[in-house]
Every structure is written in C-alpha cells, then in structure tokens.
C-alpha cells in the first residue's frame, strides 16, 4: 500500500462550483501534512499546511482526520485559476511523501 | 530573485553519459532535497542535507547518483553513466528545519535521456 494515496481524477467542475478532494495515508505517526498545487510543466508549490484544527484560507479549507487517517482540501467558488494538480503531503524527518496528484479542470 | 534557482534547466544526453545539476537554496535555508518526478507521479524523495551533512538516502538513489553540498550552500546532483530510464523532473527544494517541513521548490531540471 502507498503511503499517501489520492483519486488522480480528472475532477471536472464548473466555475463556481465547490469541489472537495480526499487523500489517504497509511503511516499513523506522521505529524504533518501539506497540500501543494502543480501547474503543468511546473514546480510544486505549497498551497496550504494542515493541521489537526483544520484551517482555512479564503476560499480553501484543509482538514485532518487522524482516527481515519485522511486530509481533505475543499474549495469554494472554484475559479478557472485553480485548475491544476493538488498533491497531498505527508511530512516527516526524512522529506516529504507525496501523493500522485488530483487534476482538477475548472470549466468556464 | 531569493528563490530556489537550478541550472540547467533542461538537459539532453546520450545513454552512457554523465549529467550534473545545480542547485542554489534560498539562502536561509539549511535544509536542501533533491526529488525525482516522472509523468503522471508525484515527487518522490530522493536524499536531502541539513548544512553540508547528507542525512538520508532514498533506496531510489542507486550507485550511479551522487549529491554533494561541499559547503552547506548550493549543492550538486550527478548521474554517472545515463540510462533511460532516468529521463524526469530533477527538483530541488528547501526548507528551514522544523516540524513542519514546509518546503519551497526549484522550477527543476528536466533531463532526457536519448
């Protein structure tokens, strides 16, 4: 079993719609966790860290379940701008783990 | 630009050939990784460094990889003897150590392997 597991997709979602992505992680003692969102042909880039509160930023919001071991990141208002690939992360002392990634096509 | 720079930012080689890429840190930084993407795949770990010490290695860095950070600044990645297989998306990245690891990458370097 992969340590990080995410549905590839595609999830394709009108604009303005909210869309909501679960990830799955398999090592209990990992501490954090990170959404990061890839553009084609770019570098990672992190988009919000998750904490066991859950947290938000304007229109995201992350939350950590750690009885069942899964991340969520939802999104409000979906804009054509957030089309890309959302990584789920796991963090430990080593690095991080990085799930494959859902790309999300935000249709106008 | 104070970020994560890596040069070259694309590489062609032929199999058998020898390949080294370069990467700066944002300069705060002690901690620096190298990561390996392929199509289709997130980032997978490669090794990483806090100041010049390399601290862990991936089973996925065979004896043809070597990474050095002589100086506990930029660092080095360099493939002996190329196959194609190592065609992909070499990323660095960086980060201040804490528990939280929040890392900020480099736009990569793509290399083909012919």
């Known amino acids: 079993r992969k340590e990080v597991e995410q549905d590839p997709g595609p999830f394709n979602v009108p604009e303005g719609a909210t869309v909501a992505f679960n990830c799955t992680y398999s090592n209990s003692a990992s501490q954090s966790f990170f959404w990061y969102r890839q553009d084609c042909r770019k570098e990672p880039k992190l988009l919000m860290s998750v904490y066991s509160s859950g947290n938000e930023d304007g229109r995201f919001t992350a939350q950590l379940n750690r009885a069942s071991q899964y991340i969520s990141l939802l999104i409000r208002d979906s804009k054509l701008s957030d089309s890309a690939t959302y990584l789920c992360v796991r963090g430990g002392a080593d690095g991080l783990t990085f799930g494959k990634g859902t790309h999300l096509i935000i249709q106008p | 630009d104070t970020g994560v720079s890596q040069n070259p930012r694309h590489k062609i080689t032929k199999r058998g050939q020898n390949v080294t890429f370069r990467c700066d840190p944002i300069s705060e930084h002690n901690r620096l990784y190298w990561y390996r993407q392929t199509l289709g795949q997130g980032p997978e770990f490669l090794t990483y460094f806090q100041n010049e010490a390399q601290l862990e290695k991936s089973r996925l860095l065979s004896d043809r990889f070597s990474a050095e950070r002589p100086k506990g600044s930029f660092s080095t990645l360099e493939i002996q003897r190329t196959e194609q297989g190592d065609s992909a998306m070499y990323l660095c990245?960086?980060?201040?150590?804490?528990?939280?690891?929040?890392?900020?990458f480099g736009p990569g370097t793509r290399l083909t392997v012919l």
């Open positions: 990245a960086s980060s201040f150590p804490g528990a939280h690891n929040e890392q900020f």
